[in-house]
């Protein structure tokens, strides 16, 4: 009898290997990585291009599923929420799922993440978020999947095969151009000291436990604010007494209402800006905010009573299309469109929309939450996918996303 | 005599917040950082209080009996996020607030505690399982987007004059629970020894399942005091929520040793107000965050040293007591 078992369950992991073989061995990383393709050349023996007119835009387009992890720093964050609606949007048109994961705390949790994407037949990985750095890309690319993003690596993984691109902000033609959460920093920093206010403050979010997405912020935050005084801006700003530490818990409560009780006029906050607003409205101050935030109804009401009057914005189908455009090509054998004409990686030049009028902020907010319609549509997108588009180019790719505020509130 | 012991007990229970009040008033000024304690400053103080006494009420009523209830953040969380959209939907109010965000709460305790009496397994390991299942329902309610209810009419709960009410009102609640009912009488037997206590007759598990309402209560008020300062709660997951109950540890500590000379919550809250004033003052002053973690553990550590070693200290009196009425009783000898 145990023999009889035996078999049969020698049997069973026997039929399951089988039916985990590709149908196409050489569609997917994990089937040949980083060998399937050759940057910017053919496809080796890849899927064939079918001709756009036979690919239905209904959800059943690439025939296997493309599964794709996306690391999350915290999945209640608005303003990642409003991506991840968008690639839910995109999920009704391409056969494409996404994986997220809980709030990453320490990189042993990312590794795990990971490790589980592989498990879970995941084809690549959205690094929204990253903690271990260049460790985790490659911690990912090792397992046969590709990895997108994080800008502050890209020189280190550009050349892996498996790494498909990232985004920027910088100005391709300046080398010594500061990264997104910078530019972001001093876009508020700059506006916010240019608005004609006496006395403003600055929180620093993790900048005082030194992550470095929040130093960085801080640091353009501090170079805008000096810049607007050097052009004759009378803004007071002292970082020494200034600065709200860290994130919501009592010791921030207790400056903010030390803020909010004395001849401050606005602050900056390195991220959104949603614990500031009740406060304001207790404290009955004519006070004003600039914020790296996203555009919701809850902003909505601050915006339009011009509490808030400078929202940095990174739109989400704008600055995290080329995530969906560049892991659907390369998991469809279409990797040479995420390969710049060096070989390396594409970095993605896009941009960060800076909403400083409640005008511009609710045209955003019409065409997003009125009209739940994007910038980018999926017939858009499917315009730059090798798989649905055989004519797709690279310079496609890097055009469709870089959008500017005035270019999409033109369209 | 009595009035003196009266006055006693008041003039030590209020001490500490005084003393502690006045250094960093002299201190603040001596730097010249002036306005502490006093304006805003006073009503973050009184914020700070309210909310962490509440926390520290609802941790201290198990702690103490030897039950780590990791769960209170996340009632917390989820009873404010579902209760406070139930309210704001209804347009009901401060009230309805209130009874929404504490009825979802004492039923969340209740969930708790029954899963903690019926599967019998250790205390932390139960609440550390509820705390992951109320966080993922607080998750999925509401498209993950929490509460919003900025400008909302229905927040008052944070207004000076308000909290101090609700403060008063829930320290005489519990002054009596603690001191005049059968539970109270019940968790300090269990508390003082749980092998004894329930082989005397008392039913540890229907004290329990008491405490665990009491803290589902007690969760539920912060969760109303919290939302009406800040306007905004989202939900937490990955034992986020622990971040509620973190400031509740001081004031527990200084309540166990404060606590005979009046109730024991009356003593968590003026252990409450003491870490509000240390954390204003410290703030006021400049002092970076990283270094006000470390001074806060310090005094936590301290407080805990002294809580766990006070005995020695009446053992050394009584030493010296059974001492002078030995030679007393000699020199009365030798007269003879």
Redesign the interface.
Known sequence: MKKVIALLLALVMVFALCACTPKDPNVGPASNPGTETTPGGEQPGGEENPPAANVPLDGSWPEETVKIGVEAFD??DESF?GVMEYFDYLGDYFNVEFIVS??L?APEDEFAFIDNCAAAGCKGIFGYYNIAGAEAIKHCTSQGMYYWGNEQYYPDVADDPLYVGTYTFKDMSDENGKNGDYMAGYELGYAMASAGLKHIAMCNGGA??GVQMFLDRQAGVLDGIAAAQAEGSETRFDP??DIV??F????Y???Q??I??GDYDGMVTTFDA??W???I???GKDFKVGAIGTVS??YK??VDNGTVISLVYDCGEVVFGSVFADLVNAATGHADLTRGADGKALLNHTQRWVLSSAEDFNAVYEKHITDGEYYITAEEMAQVLGGVNPDATVDDVMALFDMSLEDALSK | MKAKKIGKNIVMTLALPVIVYLFFFILCNATGHA?FGV???L??II??AVF?GLVAQAMAINLTTGRFDYAIGAELMLATIVGGNIAKNLGWGPAGLLLFVVAIAVALGLISGLVYVILGLPPMVISVGMAMIYEAIG?MYND???I?A??SPM?VF??TANSLILTVIVLAVLVVIYDYTKIGYNRRALQGGQKIAVDVGIKEKNNAVYCYVIAGFMMGLAGCVYL?????I?????L?SS?YFM?AFLPMFIGGIFGKYSSYPIAIFMGAVV??II??G???M?V???V?TVINGAIVCLFLIYDSNSYKLVEVQMFKEKLAQAKAARRQTAAQ
């Open positions: 999945t209640t929420m809980e709030a705390n005082v436990i020494a007494t530490e860290g919501p818990g009592d010791s409560f207790a400056k209402a030390e909010l009780a949603f614990t607003f009740q406060p409205i207790d404290s109804d809850s009401a601050f | 306005g304006g805003a400053d009503t973050t914020y700070n962490a998750y993950a987007k929490g919003k900025i400008g927040l944070s207004r009406s300062r800040n306007g905004v989202a939900p937490d997951t990955g986020g971040s400031s870490q509000a954390t204003s410290l703030q006021k400049g970076p965050n990283s006000q």
